[in-house]
């Protein structure tokens, strides 16, 4: 099964996220949030993975923080990504699942663009 996000990179080599079709406001806040909150810092993808496997296990997690444009929150029940910027904007919740797969795609898109410049 597809994830929500397709991932590419941009003439400049910025990587991109884009809603998968079908996905909605769904899958447009998570490749949002990609875009513009973990960009291209493998460091930040991979210590919110390693946030969403410890939810998974039912372990205790941080308090939730934010990012250029989003705040996000991981519980063992799962993750709401929030627009901080938009007035009003509603939390979008995501399973554990979901975002997992949208953090290692994202992270291997980051590696590939690397091992491609060198």
Do not use: C
Not at 71 to 89: D, K, Q
Request: no cysteine; hydrophobic share 45%; glycine share 12%.
């Amino acid at each position: 099964m597809p994830g929500l996000v397709r991932i590419r990179r941009d003439p400049a080599g910025f990587l991109q996220g884009r809603a998968r079709p079908g996905t909605g406001r769904h899958g447009k806040t998570l490749a949002s949030f990609l875009q513009s909150d973990i960009q291209g810092d493998i460091d930040t993808a991979r210590l919110l993975l390693a946030e969403v496997a410890a939810a998974e296990r039912g372990e205790t997690l941080r308090p939730g923080g934010a990012g250029n444009a989003f705040s996000v929150t991981v519980t063992p029940g799962g993750a709401v990504i929030r627009n901080a910027v938009l007035a009003g904007a509603a939390p979008e919740p995501y399973t554990l699942a979901e975002l997992r797969a949208a953090l290692e795609a994202w992270i291997t898109a980051i590696e590939a663009a690397r091992s491609r410049n060198g």
